[in-house]
């Protein structure tokens, strides 16, 4: 096998290549765009698979490589309490099998345990190849199966991978006490993060004085929990002119909650943006004074990081699979309840009301932790490529 140095001595690969199912959303890659280049800054000669019918040309210099198709099996519904995730079931094709077989790879990254990452896997045994498996978080926080032919099969991948990359704590001990992967072949550390340029050009109109302006940005559907945020910001008591709140973002649920404005007397406090693409959110996030993402339910939403890396302070939700990782590192993140009306808006009004606690938040926030950073997120992920070099090769000698 040929190879590079990653700068520190170290061996590293000719050739990473992804294999999962999709990216972004829509045709856009959104934060994976960021990803994607610093892990090409890390492995020059990586490759990326994407769906042949990918919109490759809007990325030039990404190494996207269109070779994937697929089988369209129907929606998926996985429950978490009343909350449900809809996602859709694809399975490789034949050919794709073959082209990922010809793939000139030394490692295969795999993501989760999607019927693209187990062909992956299946075809990286077969043929030799290294295999960093990534797994954000507890896959409890989005309802995955747990029964027991899902986990053995969970603990059969798991156990055969060279590496694995997990997100948080939460996730670590998910694959440690669930999967029983040891700690010597697992890499604890994001690698997925957002950071929206924080540009002032095109951002909504300035606040006016003492008007705090809130940002919820994301799909409009139940799970993110937009009506449960207008409702407790309607039960800030007499603070009617104190806030804006913008909506950035589209969704099922759009009408619903026009609606739900209205009949609570917020028209002028609401404003919709509606769905904005990804390289154009950083305007909003600069303006905002807080933002809040009050989701029912999240296997680890990328709104905290975000807003963490925009400089923004942020409030986050206990049903959100990174809302431990967003406490412990960001000074001025707050947990939130969606639920519990009353306890949530008794933290929005410490922020809509008292304006010297709003100030120190926001300087407080000012400096975003390094570990959210894109250039942590590569250490990573190269930390776990390494790691999977390393842990092949000692097998290797113990044979």
């Given at each position: 096998?040929?190879?590079?140095?990653?700068?520190?001595?170290?061996?590293?690969?000719?050739?990473?290549?992804?294999?999962?199912?999709?990216?972004g959303y829509n045709g856009e890659l959104v934060y994976f765009q960021d990803i994607f280049a610093e892990f090409l800054?890390?492995?020059?000669?990586?490759?990326?698979?994407?769906?042949?019918?990918?919109?490759?040309?809007?990325?030039?210099?990404?190494?996207?490589?269109?070779?994937?198709?697929?089988?369209?099996?129907?929606?998926?519904?996985?429950?978490?309490?009343?909350?449900?995730?809809?996602?859709?079931?694809?399975?490789?094709?034949?050919?794709?099998?073959?082209?990922?077989?010809?793939?000139?790879?030394?490692?295969?990254?795999?993501?989760?345990?999607?019927?693209?990452?187990?062909?992956?896997?299946?075809?990286?045994?077969?043929?030799?190849?290294?295999?960093?498996?990534?797994?954000?978080?507890?896959?409890?926080?989005?309802?995955?199966?747990?029964?027991?032919?899902?986990?053995?099969?969970?603990?059969?991948?798991?156990?055969?991978?060279?590496?694995?990359?997990?997100?948080?704590?939460?996730?670590?001990?998910?694959?440690?006490?669930?999967?029983?992967?040891?700690?010597?072949?697992?890499?604890?550390?994001?690698?997925?993060?957002?950071?929206?340029?924080?540009?002032?050009?095109?951002?909504?109109?300035?606040?006016?004085?003492?008007?705090?302006?809130?940002?919820?940005?994301?799909?409009?559907?139940?799970?993110?929990?937009?009506?449960?945020?207008?409702?407790?910001?309607?039960?800030?008591?007499?603070?009617?002119?104190?806030?804006?709140?913008?909506?950035?973002?589209?969704?099922?649920?759009?009408?619903?909650?026009?609606?739900?404005?209205?009949?609570?007397?917020?028209?002028?406090?609401?404003?919709?943006?509606?769905?904005?693409?990804?390289?154009?959110?950083?305007?909003?996030?600069?303006?905002?004074?807080?933002?809040?993402?009050?989701?029912?339910?999240?296997?680890?939403?990328?709104?905290?990081?975000?807003?963490?890396?925009?400089?923004?302070?942020?409030?986050?939700?206990?049903?959100?699979?990174?809302?431990?990782?967003?406490?412990?590192?960001?000074?001025?993140?707050?947990?939130?309840?969606?639920?519990?009306?009353?306890?949530?808006?008794?933290?929005?009004?410490?922020?809509?009301?008292?304006?010297?606690?709003?100030?120190?938040?926001?300087?407080?926030?000012?400096?975003?932790?390094?570990?959210?950073?894109?250039?942590?997120?590569?250490?990573?992920?190269?930390?776990?490529?390494?790691?999977?070099?390393?842990?092949?090769?000692?097998?290797?000698?113990?044979?």
């Open positions: 096998m040929t190879g590079t140095t990653d700068g520190t001595g170290e061996r590293s690969v000719e050739r990473v290549a992804w294999v999962s199912g999709a990216y800054r890390r492995f020059p000669n990586g490759i990326i698979p994407v769906a042949k019918d990918f919109p490759v040309g809007r990325y030039p210099g990404l190494a996207l490589s269109p070779i994937l198709a697929f089988h369209r099996l129907g929606r998926t519904r996985r429950n978490v309490g009343d909350i449900t995730y809809i996602g859709v079931r694809r399975l490789p094709t034949a050919a794709t099998w073959v082209r990922l077989i010809r793939l000139r790879a030394d490692v295969f990254i795999l993501i989760e345990f999607s019927p693209t990452s187990l062909v992956g896997f299946l075809i990286a045994r077969a043929t030799r190849r290294r295999i960093v498996l990534l797994i954000e978080s507890d896959p409890s926080y989005r309802g995955a199966p747990s029964g027991r032919l899902s986990l053995a099969i969970k603990k059969f991948v798991a156990e055969r991978v060279d590496a694995v990359l997990v997100s948080n704590e939460i996730g670590a001990n998910f694959v440690r006490d669930t999967l029983r992967v040891s700690e010597a072949k697992t890499v604890v550390g994001p690698y997925l993060t957002s950071c929206p340029a924080p540009l002032t050009e095109g951002a909504p109109a300035e606040r006016p004085p003492g008007v705090v302006r809130i940002l919820f940005l994301n799909s409009l559907t139940a799970r993110k929990g937009l009506a449960e945020l207008i409702q407790a910001l309607a039960a800030v008591a007499g603070a009617r002119t104190r806030w804006v709140l913008d909506v950035v973002g589209t969704g099922i649920e759009l009408e619903a909650i026009r609606r739900q404005v209205d009949a609570l007397g917020l028209g002028d406090n609401v404003v919709f943006h509606g769905r904005v693409a990804y390289t154009g959110i950083g305007p909003f996030y600069s303006s905002a004074d807080l933002v809040v993402c009050p989701t029912l339910a999240d296997y680890r939403s990328l709104g905290g990081f975000e807003a963490v890396n925009a400089g923004k302070p942020v409030l986050v939700s206990c049903y959100d699979g990174a809302h431990q990782e967003i406490l412990r590192y960001a000074p001025a993140a707050r947990l939130i309840d969606p639920r519990d009306t009353a306890s949530f808006t008794s933290v929005l009004e410490q922020f809509i009301l008292d304006e010297p606690a709003l100030e120190a938040a926001r300087r407080a926030a000012g400096s975003p932790p390094e570990q959210f950073s894109m250039t942590s997120v590569g250490g990573n992920l190269q930390s776990a490529v390494l790691l999977a070099l390393r842990t092949k090769t000692l097998i290797g000698a113990q044979r």
